[in-house]
């Protein structure tokens, strides 16, 4: 279980930073809700890279699993804006 929440760590904290970095490359697809997503996605990441120290194994599952959806949620997201950039 330890792998998977470093894991599940690691990357939600890299989707972070890619959101962050996001502006800077792709302005038009930035938009201020991002800013709540970053932060969830660093909380959560920190949270799991700390080993789950202040969570018990349901709680650190239902995390990953909420991580999960969210990251899907977030590239899907942007892959829609994407899509409406490039038809205007």
């Known amino acids: 279980m330890k ?3 470093i894991l599940v760590g690691n990357i939600l904290i890299i989707a972070a930073i890619a ?3 996001l ?3 792709r302005p038009q697809l930035f938009k201020r809700q991002d800013i709540l997503v970053i932060a969830a996605f660093l909380i959560a990441g920190i949270n ?3 080993n ?3 969570l018990d194994d349901l709680p650190q599952f239902s995390l990953i699993i909420l991580a999960a959806s969210a990251v899907f949620y977030t590239a899907e997201t942007m892959r829609l804006r994407m899509k409406d950039h490039r038809k205007q």
Request: charged content about 5%.
């Open 3 to 5: 792998n998977s929440t």
């Open 19 to 21: 959101l962050c970095v």
């Open 23 to 25: 502006p800077f490359v």
């Open 48 to 50: 799991l890279l700390l």
């Open 52 to 54: 789950g120290k202040y």
